[in-house]
T-cell receptor
Framework: AAGVIQSPRHLIKEKRETATLKCYPI?????VYWYQQGPGQDPQFLIS???????DKGSIPDRFSAQQFSDYHSELNMSSLELGDSALYFC??????????????FGPGTRLTVL | EDQVTQSPEALRLQEGESSSLNCSYT??????LFWYRQDPGKGPEFLFT???AGEEKEKERLKATLTKKESFLHITAPKPEDSATYLC????????????FGKGTHLIIQP
Protein backbone atom coordinates (compact mmCIF):
# COMPACT_ATOMS: atom_id res chain seq x y z
CA ALA A 1 0.00 0.00 0.00
CA ALA A 2 1.12 3.55 -0.72
CA GLY A 3 2.59 5.44 2.19
CA VAL A 4 3.42 9.02 3.04
CA ILE A 5 6.45 10.26 1.12
CA GLN A 6 8.84 12.84 2.51
CA SER A 7 11.76 14.54 0.86
CA PRO A 8 14.56 15.02 1.34
CA ARG A 9 15.30 12.24 3.81
CA HIS A 10 18.38 13.99 5.13
CA LEU A 11 19.27 17.68 5.11
CA ILE A 12 22.29 19.52 6.47
CA LYS A 13 22.14 23.30 6.83
CA GLU A 14 24.16 26.05 8.45
CA LYS A 15 22.80 28.38 11.13
CA ARG A 16 20.64 31.19 9.75
CA GLU A 17 19.99 29.33 6.49
CA THR A 18 16.56 28.30 5.23
CA ALA A 19 15.18 24.82 4.56
CA THR A 20 12.13 23.45 2.78
CA LEU A 21 10.71 20.03 3.61
CA LYS A 22 8.17 18.33 1.36
CA CYS A 23 5.40 15.86 2.13
CA TYR A 24 3.24 13.82 -0.23
CA PRO A 25 0.25 12.30 1.60
CA ILE A 26 -1.28 8.90 1.00
CA UNK A 27 -3.55 9.10 -2.09
CA UNK A 28 -7.06 10.41 -1.23
CA UNK A 29 -5.90 11.67 2.16
CA UNK A 30 -6.78 15.35 2.43
CA UNK A 31 -5.37 16.28 5.84
CA VAL A 32 -1.67 16.72 6.47
CA TYR A 33 0.11 17.15 9.81
CA TRP A 34 3.68 18.15 10.68
CA TYR A 35 5.55 16.99 13.79
CA GLN A 36 9.02 17.65 15.18
CA GLN A 37 10.88 14.99 17.17
CA GLY A 38 14.06 16.00 18.95
CA PRO A 39 16.65 13.43 20.06
CA GLY A 40 15.16 11.15 22.68
CA GLN A 41 11.90 13.11 22.66
CA ASP A 42 8.33 12.32 21.68
CA PRO A 43 6.88 13.91 18.52
CA GLN A 44 5.56 17.44 18.99
CA PHE A 45 2.70 18.69 16.83
CA LEU A 46 3.51 21.74 14.72
CA ILE A 47 0.66 22.43 12.30
CA SER A 48 -2.02 20.79 10.18
CA UNK A 49 -3.91 21.48 6.96
CA UNK A 50 -7.28 20.29 5.70
CA UNK A 51 -8.32 20.95 2.12
CA UNK A 52 -5.45 23.44 1.71
CA UNK A 53 -6.51 25.52 4.71
CA UNK A 54 -4.67 25.65 8.04
CA UNK A 55 -6.68 23.49 10.39
CA ASP A 56 -4.82 23.52 13.71
CA LYS A 57 -1.63 25.02 15.08
CA GLY A 58 0.66 23.63 17.73
CA SER A 59 4.09 24.68 18.90
CA ILE A 60 5.34 25.93 15.56
CA PRO A 61 7.95 28.72 15.80
CA ASP A 62 7.20 31.98 13.99
CA ARG A 63 10.28 31.29 11.82
CA PHE A 64 8.46 28.31 10.33
CA SER A 65 5.59 28.40 7.87
CA ALA A 66 3.74 25.74 5.94
CA GLN A 67 1.16 25.33 3.24
CA GLN A 68 -0.81 22.67 1.43
CA PHE A 69 -1.13 22.77 -2.34
CA SER A 70 -3.94 21.86 -4.75
CA ASP A 71 -2.54 18.32 -5.17
CA TYR A 72 -2.60 17.99 -1.34
CA HIS A 73 1.15 17.86 -0.95
CA SER A 74 2.54 20.09 1.77
CA GLU A 75 5.75 22.02 2.36
CA LEU A 76 7.28 23.15 5.64
CA ASN A 77 9.48 26.22 5.25
CA MET A 78 12.01 26.94 7.95
CA SER A 79 14.00 30.17 8.07
CA SER A 80 16.80 31.55 10.25
CA LEU A 81 17.69 28.03 11.29
CA GLU A 82 19.04 27.51 14.80
CA LEU A 83 21.05 24.65 16.27
CA GLY A 84 17.97 23.63 18.27
CA ASP A 85 16.03 23.00 15.07
CA SER A 86 18.07 19.85 14.49
CA ALA A 87 15.50 17.08 14.71
CA LEU A 88 13.45 14.54 12.81
CA TYR A 89 10.50 16.14 11.05
CA PHE A 90 7.56 13.89 10.34
CA CYS A 91 4.62 14.42 8.10
CA UNK A 92 1.42 12.45 8.64
CA UNK A 93 -1.78 12.23 6.65
CA UNK A 94 -5.35 11.15 7.31
CA UNK A 95 -8.77 10.92 5.75
CA UNK A 96 -11.89 12.14 7.53
CA UNK A 97 -13.79 9.42 9.34
CA UNK A 98 -17.32 10.44 10.23
CA UNK A 99 -17.99 10.32 13.96
CA UNK A 100 -14.51 9.32 15.04
CA UNK A 101 -10.87 10.26 15.21
CA UNK A 102 -8.77 10.42 12.08
CA UNK A 103 -5.97 7.92 12.23
CA UNK A 104 -2.72 9.63 11.28
CA UNK A 105 -0.25 7.68 9.15
CA PHE A 106 3.31 8.89 9.43
CA GLY A 107 6.00 9.20 6.81
CA PRO A 108 9.64 8.11 7.22
CA GLY A 109 10.74 11.60 8.28
CA THR A 110 13.34 14.14 7.26
CA ARG A 111 16.41 14.34 9.46
CA LEU A 112 17.51 17.97 9.65
CA THR A 113 20.94 18.78 11.00
CA VAL A 114 21.85 22.42 11.62
CA LEU A 115 25.57 23.12 11.97
CA GLU B 1 -3.74 20.66 29.06
CA ASP B 2 -3.73 17.16 27.61
CA GLN B 3 -1.21 14.80 29.19
CA VAL B 4 -0.05 11.29 28.41
CA THR B 5 2.15 9.27 30.75
CA GLN B 6 3.59 5.93 29.73
CA SER B 7 5.12 3.30 31.97
CA PRO B 8 7.51 1.71 32.27
CA GLU B 9 10.03 3.87 30.40
CA ALA B 10 11.97 0.77 29.45
CA LEU B 11 11.23 -2.95 29.62
CA ARG B 12 13.46 -5.90 28.92
CA LEU B 13 11.77 -9.29 28.42
CA GLN B 14 12.83 -12.74 27.43
CA GLU B 15 11.39 -14.10 24.21
CA GLY B 16 7.98 -15.60 24.98
CA GLU B 17 7.56 -13.62 28.23
CA SER B 18 4.23 -11.78 28.06
CA SER B 19 3.74 -8.32 29.61
CA SER B 20 1.72 -5.11 29.45
CA LEU B 21 2.58 -1.49 28.75
CA ASN B 22 0.56 1.26 30.41
CA CYS B 23 -0.64 4.61 29.06
CA SER B 24 -2.42 6.97 31.46
CA TYR B 25 -4.04 10.02 29.96
CA THR B 26 -5.74 13.27 30.90
CA UNK B 27 -7.75 14.97 28.18
CA UNK B 28 -10.73 17.32 28.21
CA UNK B 29 -12.64 15.07 25.85
CA UNK B 30 -11.22 11.99 24.16
CA UNK B 31 -11.64 11.80 20.42
CA UNK B 32 -9.28 8.89 20.02
CA LEU B 33 -6.34 7.07 21.61
CA PHE B 34 -3.63 5.74 19.34
CA TRP B 35 -0.81 3.23 19.70
CA TYR B 36 2.23 3.44 17.44
CA ARG B 37 5.44 1.47 17.16
CA GLN B 38 8.64 3.38 16.35
CA ASP B 39 12.00 1.94 15.36
CA PRO B 40 15.12 4.15 15.76
CA GLY B 41 15.29 6.92 13.17
CA LYS B 42 12.01 5.89 11.53
CA GLY B 43 8.48 7.20 11.48
CA PRO B 44 5.85 5.96 13.94
CA GLU B 45 4.03 2.92 12.55
CA PHE B 46 0.30 2.84 13.29
CA LEU B 47 -0.95 -0.05 15.40
CA PHE B 48 -4.39 0.71 16.89
CA THR B 49 -7.05 3.38 17.35
CA UNK B 50 -9.39 3.15 20.34
CA UNK B 51 -12.40 5.43 20.70
CA UNK B 52 -14.30 4.56 23.86
CA ALA B 53 -13.88 2.86 27.22
CA GLY B 54 -14.26 -0.90 27.04
CA GLU B 55 -13.01 -1.12 23.48
CA GLU B 56 -10.37 -3.74 22.63
CA LYS B 57 -8.38 -4.35 19.45
CA GLU B 58 -6.02 -7.14 18.58
CA LYS B 59 -3.33 -7.73 15.98
CA GLU B 60 -1.02 -10.73 16.01
CA ARG B 61 0.74 -10.74 19.41
CA LEU B 62 -0.60 -7.30 20.42
CA LYS B 63 -3.86 -6.38 22.13
CA ALA B 64 -4.89 -2.86 23.12
CA THR B 65 -7.54 -2.01 25.68
CA LEU B 66 -9.04 1.28 26.85
CA THR B 67 -10.63 2.55 30.06
CA LYS B 68 -11.70 6.09 30.95
CA LYS B 69 -8.26 6.91 32.35
CA GLU B 70 -5.76 4.53 30.78
CA SER B 71 -4.93 2.15 28.01
CA PHE B 72 -2.91 -1.03 28.04
CA LEU B 73 -0.92 -2.66 25.28
CA HIS B 74 -0.62 -6.34 26.03
CA ILE B 75 2.16 -8.27 24.32
CA THR B 76 1.73 -12.04 24.26
CA ALA B 77 4.70 -14.35 23.69
CA PRO B 78 6.86 -11.58 22.19
CA LYS B 79 9.62 -12.20 19.66
CA PRO B 80 12.88 -10.26 19.20
CA GLU B 81 11.35 -8.44 16.21
CA ASP B 82 8.84 -6.85 18.59
CA SER B 83 11.69 -4.80 20.06
CA ALA B 84 10.89 -1.11 19.49
CA THR B 85 9.60 2.00 21.24
CA TYR B 86 5.84 1.91 21.70
CA LEU B 87 4.16 5.32 21.68
CA CYS B 88 0.72 6.17 23.02
CA UNK B 89 -1.03 9.34 21.82
CA UNK B 90 -4.39 11.04 22.35
CA UNK B 91 -6.42 13.32 20.18
CA UNK B 92 -8.79 15.67 21.98
CA UNK B 93 -12.29 16.47 20.90
CA UNK B 94 -13.33 20.02 20.04
CA UNK B 95 -11.52 20.41 16.74
CA UNK B 96 -7.94 19.80 17.81
CA UNK B 97 -5.93 17.93 15.19
CA UNK B 98 -2.58 17.36 16.79
CA UNK B 99 -1.77 14.24 18.73
CA UNK B 100 -0.31 14.52 22.22
CA PHE B 101 2.24 11.77 22.66
CA GLY B 102 3.66 10.08 25.73
CA LYS B 103 7.41 9.60 26.11
CA GLY B 104 7.10 5.98 25.00
CA THR B 105 8.11 2.60 26.36
CA HIS B 106 11.40 1.23 25.01
CA LEU B 107 10.85 -2.52 24.72
CA ILE B 108 13.68 -5.01 24.27
CA ILE B 109 12.96 -8.68 23.67
CA GLN B 110 15.95 -10.91 24.26
CA PRO B 111 16.25 -14.22 22.38
Amino acid sequence: AAGVIQSPRHLIKEKRETATLKCYPIPRHDTVYWYQQGPGQDPQFLISFYEKMQSDKGSIPDRFSAQQFSDYHSELNMSSLELGDSALYFCASSHPLAGGADTQYFGPGTRLTVL
Amino acid sequence: EDQVTQSPEALRLQEGESSSLNCSYTVSGLRGLFWYRQDPGKGPEFLFTLYSAGEEKEKERLKATLTKKESFLHITAPKPEDSATYLCAVQASGGADGLTFGKGTHLIIQP
